[in-house]
């Protein structure tokens, strides 16, 4: 199985920082990566798709880069909104495998 | 915009068959396009993808599961199914149903669109 690491676990920032959130893979996968973010209660929702495609309705503050083994997850000015629990998948090859999560809290 | 929601006993005694069903409105099981996956997440923890199914009937599943798992669809009812058999208490999780869906230009797989969730819980 494609092991999926995200790091940081946690991390907290204030509103309007830039945030990044980090995701590797244990080999290449090509740009077959996607985030998800999920709130307490609620189902995860999709944010990028293919690495880097922004999902429609998802704010444009958030972008996905990266290819191979490492990619990342920015949000350019954080909001109050984005306070969750984000997840990193790859689609590369089955099982399908995610990554443990980053919690972001707002300071 | 299509959605799913899932359905099914909340409680399942050990040994026993989890079944659940999900209802998707919105969009037809059978358009060509998508597949359609069920995803586990333990309390507190994770999320672990169970399988897919196409509207054709092929299915892929997690080894990990052991091969206790089957997706079926019922396209005649707008639905797909999974049964996970002989549980244990480590099956107790919020079970989702999701749309997949691939983009083109890459041929990546990703999950679009995701219903509520339902807490399946194994206990006697």
């Known amino acids: 199985d494609i092991q999926m690491t995200q790091s940081p676990s946690s991390l907290s920032a204030s509103v309007g920082d830039r945030v990044t959130i980090t995701c590797r893979a244990s080999?290449?996968?090509?740009?077959?990566l996607n985030w998800y973010v999920q709130t307490p209660g609620n189902a995860p929702k999709l944010l990028i798709y293919?690495?880097?495609r922004l999902q429609s309705g998802v704010p444009s503050r958030f972008s996905g880069s990266g290819s191979g083994p490492e990619f990342t997850l920015t949000i350019s000015s954080l909001q109050p909104e984005d306070s969750a629990t984000y997840y990193c998948?790859?689609?590369?090859?089955?099982?399908?495998?995610f990554g443990q999560g980053t919690k972001l809290g707002i300071k | 915009q299509v959605q799913l929601q899932e359905s099914g006993p909340g409680l399942v005694k050990p040994s026993q068959t989890l079944s659940l069903t999900c209802t998707v409105s919105?969009?037809?099981?059978?358009?060509?396009?998508?597949?359609w996956t069920w995803i586990r997440q333990h309390p507190g923890k994770g999320l672990e993808w169970i399988g897919y199914?196409?509207?054709?009937?092929?299915?892929y599943y997690n080894p990990s599961l052991k091969s206790r798992a089957t997706i079926s669809v019922d396209t005649s009812k707008n639905q797909f199914s999974l049964k996970l058999n002989s549980v244990t208490a480590a099956d107790t999780a919020v079970y989702y149903c999701?749309?997949?869906?691939?983009?083109?230009?890459?041929?990546?797989?990703?999950?679009?669109?995701w219903g509520q969730g339902t807490l399946v819980t194994v206990a006697s």
């Open positions: 293919a690495a880097s």
């Open positions: 199914i196409y509207h054709s009937g092929t299915s």
């Open positions: 998948q790859q689609s590369f090859g089955t099982p399908y495998t």
């Open positions: 999701a749309r997949g869906a691939t983009h083109a230009q890459s041929n990546a797989e990703y999950f679009q669109q």
């Open positions: 919105g969009g037809s099981i059978s358009s060509g396009g998508y597949f």
């Open positions: 080999q290449s996968i090509g740009v077959y």
